[in-house]
């Protein structure tokens, strides 16, 4: 089983600020990972696929990169609605897994 | 409206069984593998299963393997997750969802859209 792991695991930033969150995968799943947000009593939203490809209706702001190993979900500025928790997830391989999440909560 | 409706979740006992459902509208159902995933009370998001769009494939988390069965009628537009024998650690709420495509492709383990999750407790 691929596990992910995301760090940090609280990430606290002012509205207009950048956030990076970042996503290790224990084996390679080259560039088969995605980034989901999740606020409270929601169901997840799909933001990015297979690492750098937003999901339909996705602002700008959002940015996914890496391969391999390693990705990176950036918000290049903070709106008041993004403060919210951020899953990555592989589909290279069965099972699928998540990351433990990473949450972004104002300063 | 693109659209995923979870049912059937409630309280079981140990060892009980609870079938949910998920109703899909505003899409071509039939064309769509999908997916059932978890989420225990404040915890992250567990994948449970997958099936394909005509049923030939299926996968399952090791957690669930041998207690779930999942199935989907294409009549119906309906998918299901069969769980039995289950446990205090399967108290989740459940999403159905749907694997993502886009004009050109789809992206088998990546999902779209989803239902706004049923809820399953096991408890005594």
């Known amino acids: 089983e691929i596990v992910l792991t995301q760090s940090p695991a609280t990430l606290s930033l002012s509205p207009g600020e950048r956030a990076t969150l970042s996503c290790r995968a224990s084996q390679s799943v080259s560039t088969y990972l995605a980034w989901y947000q999740q606020k409270p009593g929601q169901a997840p939203r799909l933001l990015i696929y297979d690492a750098s490809n937003r999901a339909t209706g996705i602002p700008a702001r959002f940015s996914g990169s890496g391969s391999g190993t390693d990705f990176t979900l950036t918000i290049s500025s903070l709106e008041p609605e993004d403060f919210a928790v951020y899953y990555c997830q592989q589909r290279s391989n069965w099972p699928l897994t998540f990351g433990p999440g990473t949450k972004v909560d104002i300063k | 409206e693109v659209q995923l409706v979870e049912s059937g979740g409630g309280l079981v006992k140990p060892g009980g069984s609870l079938r949910l459902s998920c109703a899909a509208s505003g899409f071509t159902f039939s064309s769509y593998s999908m997916n059932w995933v978890r989420q225990a009370p404040g915890k992250g998001l567990e994948w449970v299963s997958s099936?394909?769009?005509?049923?030939?494939?299926?996968y399952f988390a090791d957690s669930v393997k041998g207690r779930f069965t999942i199935s989907r009628d294409h009549a119906k537009n309906s998918l299901y997750l069969q769980m039995n024998s289950l446990r205090a650690e399967d108290t989740a709420v459940y999403y159905c969802a749907r694997e993502h495509c886009s004009s050109t492709s789809c992206y088998l383990g990546a999902f779209d859209i989803w239902g706004q999750g049923t809820m399953v407790t096991v408890s005594s």
């Open positions: 099936i394909s769009s005509s049923s030939t494939y299926i």
